[in-house]
């Protein structure tokens, strides 16, 4: 069965930071593409990061730049999301997308 499983996320207060899992299986990441969006109450879906299957190459959107990381272990067929720093502004639920697949999502919540 073809699915991508993310986890990781909770309630963290500003400051702090998770790592977001990504965990794929029947298909092997490598091949892919990954990339990580978000999506708030009230606001529209959001890219985040992407990383190319190519060359590990990455893409940040300015607003986490500097502060989140993304990364991948091919021979756990996982992907991750590194988030320090975090702020209130981050709340969101995170999507993990590869292949035409999307995850269930990991909701992250950031408050005092």
């Known amino acids: 069965q073809v699915q991508l499983v993310e986890s990781g996320g909770g309630l963290v207060q500003p400051g702090g930071s998770l790592r977001l899992s990504c965990v794929a299986s029947g298909f092997s990441l490598d091949s892919y593409a990954i990339v990580w969006f978000r999506q708030a109450p009230g606001k529209e879906r959001e890219g985040v990061s992407c990383i190319s299957a190519s060359d590990g190459s990455t893409f940040y959107v300015d607003s986490v730049k500097g502060r989140f990381t993304i990364s991948k272990d091919n021979a756990k067929n996982t992907a991750y999301l590194q988030m320090n720093s975090l702020k209130p502004e981050d709340t969101a639920v995170y999507f993990c997308?590869?292949?035409?697949?999307r995850g269930q999502g990991t909701q992250v919540t950031v408050s005092s």
């Open positions: 997308f590869a292949n035409s697949f």
